[in-house]
């Protein structure tokens, strides 16, 4: 049974910084792993996907230079660097994980696990 559980999640002032952190509890070698998003009254949307097959990571075009996605294996856990933070980022984040590579990274439903989510505040 794989189960994500996240953390690190908090207040922070716009420019400021997060570490998320998504440790997995069954992860396998070449498990696909991912953060989303979501804030009130929006869809959940892919933040950075991390793939099983070592390929370069996934970025959503708004977080592009500003998040980073890693994941320390020895420690079963991912991470999401967020530096620079903005009002926009402000959402429940969410940590996902499968063992099937996705097609689509960034989609909700290529991920079978999910974590119940850490809350990251912005103040303008």
């Known amino acids: 049974q794989v189960q994500p559980v996240e953390s690190g999640g908090g207040s922070v002032q716009a420019g400021g910084s997060l570490r998320l952190s998504c440790a997995v509890s069954?992860?396998?070698?070449?498990?696909?792993m991912a953060w989303f998003r979501q804030a009130p009254g929006k869809e959940r949307e892919g933040v950075a996907a991390?793939?099983?097959?070592?390929?370069?990571?996934s970025y959503a075009d708004s977080v592009k230079g500003r998040f980073t996605i890693f994941q320390d294996n020895a420690k079963n856990t991912l991470y999401l660097q967020v530096n620079s933070l903005k009002p926009g980022d402000a959402a429940m984040y969410y940590c996902?994980?499968?063992?099937?590579?996705?097609?689509?990274?960034?989609?909700?439903?290529?991920?079978?696990?999910w974590g119940q989510g850490t809350q990251v505040t912005v103040s303008s």
């Open positions: 069954g992860y396998a070698s070449g498990t696909s």
């Open positions: 991390l793939h099983g097959g070592g390929q370069s990571p």
């Open positions: 996902a994980a499968d063992f099937i590579p996705p097609a689509r990274p960034m989609a909700t439903y290529e991920y079978r696990y």
